[in-house]
């Protein structure tokens, strides 16, 4: 089992049990005292799977128990859901459009340079990290409401997104675009030499049944 991640400045630490977590971290403690290295107990958090309760005790101090932790630009939260990842970067992508709307409104700017800046100011902020997603049909309205956004087509309009591509002159791209994305990110990890910890993440199994209802979108649908 996989205990622990080591970054340029950061480590984290894996545990299924609270005991095993607390020794973990205790021996990080006195590995990072023997070289005289400091670790900040304010920046220091714990995320329990599902909610559950976690007390772990750092240099006589309780950390913070996290519901969801930013690490790294990528939101993780404790029911490993990207649910709440796949809203935020839609809403930073809304807070980009919303920036350009002066020149979206702008005569003298035309359609295809309105469509060329969002593809290459929106676009990769919404999709930043996109790899690791489930495929939601969300990214198809995200696409269709911002070029009717450069149409200046109102809502109640009630205009289709096949209207809308047809008087634009393109095709629907972001939703084929995120999927090359995991592809090309599927085919790297494939081609690296030997095993490696993605390797067995994305071609290895759980044991045991899963929970009751409904399954979980995987990384491939």
């Not at 894996?14 to 990080?28: G, M, R, T």
């Not at 409104?105 to 309105?114: F, L």
């Not at 030997?194 to 209802?213: I, N």
């Amino acid at each position: 089992m996989v205990t622990n991640l080591c970054y340029a400045d950061d480590i984290i630490l894996f545990a299924n049990l609270e005991a095993e977590l607390q020794e973990l971290v205790d021996h990080l403690d006195r590995v990072s005292c023997e070289y005289s290295l400091l670790i900040n107990v304010d920046k220091t958090k714990v995320m329990g799977s599902d909610g559950i309760a976690c007390h772990i005790l750092f240099q006589n101090e309780q950390l913070e128990q996290m519901d969801m932790f930013p690490y790294l630009g990528f939101l993780i939260p404790e029911d490993r859901e990207c649910m709440r990842e796949f809203h935020t970067r839609l809403n930073r992508g809304q807070v980009i459009r919303a920036s350009l709307q002066k020149i979206q409104k702008s005569d003298s700017v035309s359609i295809s340079t309105n469509i060329q800046l969002t593809e290459v100011l929106v676009w990769p902020t919404a999709m930043y990290r996109c790899e690791s997603w489930t495929l939601k049909k969300n990214i198809d309205a995200f696409e269709m409401k911002g070029l009717k956004k450069i149409l200046r087509v109102s809502w109640t309009a009630k205009k289709t997104n096949e209207w809308g591509l047809n008087k634009a002159g393109v095709k629907s791209e972001l939703l084929d675009t995120v999927k090359a994305k995991k592809l090309a990110y599927y085919g790297h990890t494939m081609r690296k030499q030997g095993s490696c910890l993605e390797k067995e993440v994305m071609q290895g199994t759980l044991p045991g049944a899963r929970r009751r209802g409904r399954p979980r979108p995987g990384w491939t649908t």
